[in-house]
């Protein structure tokens, strides 16, 4: 890649100018906000000023005295500002690279730099207590793009959700059907705090009674939990199939209690003097890695909390050989996942290989009003409900435009716009667009020869063509990174791009050469387009 290149002038003029060992993979290389400015920039000279007490245009003149950049490759390298160093392509090597892409297809923009190497990914994981809302939705939409992004670099991914099946929310959701299925009965129930309370609640009650009649009490709660999770879990799988998401592996926290694994953790755990008991619980250390308190492990109750599960869980993530361990959690982990980190490194594995990327909560807004929101009073909004009324395409590409890490405004007027204010139109749109070019060309029966991409010179066509090189870099740097939202901004940009090409150039024209160039520049345009889309879970339409 042309960016690999570069960063290797650079370092190498730091070597040969400068005296300076720089791994070429150091060398930071950024897209100059403005087109004059070149195609990519770097403020190296900048940075070292301080360290080489030199002015840094003197250091940027030393460095590109230094490179030899080939011009097939490399037009120009320029000295701009304080000591910035500007590359522009050459426009022959970005039209030779063009021409590869088609033929590339649904390839172009992956790459192999971590073949061999397994990944897992986990993500969504939610209790089976109740339908999946939009918050969850963040969660599945970002973990899948991970997922796809981390394949799209090598990885062999195995996408896992990790099935709370056990503890206190379990018994308190089948006290909550049997406090639903007394009222049926004719008898009322006053909801404890945190029992949930929603219409689907009535519906397994429901369920229950036709199936075991009328007799069922406390000695039944059991039976009320198998019931509950059998029925939310169905309709889990069926919302995440709504979004085209299926997991590799559901791992059940039962499980966990059934092979002894909480066991073990636990006593590894004490082992290492990391526990201690006090008022009937059993507490980690977690003062001793920095936490502001120590944190309860096993109620007095003897009702583990998450985190004791969640250890010995990710225990058996390290025993099955990952590479890299990937988690996508909400934000309610913020306070958890740092001590059970701590924890999988106090028992001696290498959590280097963890990633924990925790998204923050999705704010529904109609009208210029808040939608309010609550999993487990009837007045939540459900994922599906929002599939109804905006499309699955349009829920994941929304939840992706933003990163993760920042609050998530979701305007449904605007996720159902047809218009080119919808930013997920406007991207599906340009691929409607550039298929429908394509197919009114074929009627005209255009002559489809090798086309001579020379013919395309115009500030647009060049424009284009230089960001769709940009994609492969994007795509690695977003896998690299774990920021899926790069690839909305991406599309966005390109599809900009593409609209203005198309509102100033015909592509079907008197000239057969010319129509045949930018017929081919317009392939590339879809199949990129297609790719990033893909990426996302997102459909590429053929007409819209």
């Known amino acids: 890649m042309i960016k ?58 030393k460095m590109v005295e230094a490179m030899s950049p080939d011009p097939s490759r490399v037009a120009a390298v320029e000295i701009a500002g304080p000591g910035f160093i500007n590359f522009r392509l050459a426009d022959e090597y970005c039209r030779r690279q063009l021409g590869k892409i088609p033929a590339l297809g649904g390839k172009y923009g992956t790459g192999d730099r971590h073949a061999g190497k397994r990944a897992q990914v986990e993500f ?21 793009a991970l997922a796809r992004l981390l394949e799209s670099q090598g990885y062999r991914v195995e996408r896992e959700y990790y099935f709370n099946d056990a503890g206190l929310q379990m018994r308190m959701l089948a006290e909550s059907v049997l406090y639903r299925y007394r009222e049926l009965l004719g008898g009322t129930a006053e909801f404890p705090e945190g029992h949930y309370q929603g219409e689907y609640i009535r519906d397994i009650a429901e369920a229950c009674r036709a199936e075991r009649g009328g007799g069922l009490g406390e000695g039944d709660l059991e039976y009320f939990k198998a019931k509950a999770v059998e029925t939310t879990f169905a309709d889990i799988r069926a919302t995440l199939g709504r979004m085209g998401i299926v997991f590799d592996n559901y ?28 008022d009937g619980a059993l507490w980690f250390r977690a003062t001793g890695f920095g936490a502001e308190k120590d944190r309860v492990l096993v109620r007095s109750s003897g009702e583990p909390t998450y985190r004791l599960p969640d250890i010995a869980y990710h225990v058996t993530k390290f025993e099955r050989g990952f590479d890299l361990i990937l988690d996508v959690f909400g934000s309610d982990h913020q306070a958890t996942y740092p001590d059970v980190m701590a924890a999988l490194g106090a028992l001696g594995h290498d959590t280097s290989r963890m990633d924990v990327r925790i998204h923050q909560f999705v704010t529904l807004t109609r009208g210029g009003q808040q939608v309010k929101m609550s999993t487990r009073k009837a007045t939540y909004v459900t994922l599906d409900e929002l599939f109804d009324e905006v499309g699955a395409d349009a829920a994941r590409y929304f939840f992706l435009m933003r990163r993760m890490e920042s609050h998530l405004d979701f305007d449904l007027d605007l996720a159902k716009k047809q218009s080119d204010e919808n930013p997920v139109f406007y991207v599906q749109y340009a691929h409607a667009r550039i298929c429908s ?10 002559r489809r020869e090798k086309p001579d991409l020379g013919m395309l010179t115009a500030a647009e066509e060049m424009a284009l063509i230089k960001h769709l090189l940009d994609y492969p870099d994007m795509v690695a740097g977003a896998a690299e990174a774990r920021e899926p939202h790069r690839v909305p901004t991406y599309l966005q940009e390109l599809a900009g791009i593409f609209h203005a090409f198309y509102h100033k150039h015909r592509v079907v024209t008197d000239d057969p050469k010319l129509s045949n160039a930018r017929l081919d520049l317009c392939q590339a345009v879809r199949i990129v387009l297609a790719n990033g889309l893909g990426l996302l879970g997102v459909g590429a339409p053929e007409r819209m």
């Open 124 to 144: 969504v994981s939610c209790n089976p207590t109740g339908p999946l809302t939009v918050g969850h939705g963040r969660q599945a939409a970002a973990g899948d």
């Open 437 to 446: 070019i394509l197919q009114h060309a074929e009627a005209k029966d255009v």
């Open 4 to 61: 690999e290149y570069i960063a290797q002038l650079v370092a190498g003029s730091a070597t040969k100018g400068l005296g300076l060992e720089l791994p070429p993979g150091s060398v930071v290389l950024e897209k100059p906000k403005q087109q004059d400015h070149g195609d990519w920039a770097t403020s190296l000279a900048l940075s070292l000023a301080k360290e080489l007490k030199r002015k840094p245009r003197d250091i940027a003149q």
């Open 251 to 278: 791992f059940n926290e039962s499980s966990l209690y059934a092979d002894g694994s909480i066991a073990r953790t636990r006593q590894a755990l004490g082992d290492k003097g990391l526990t201690y008991e006090r």
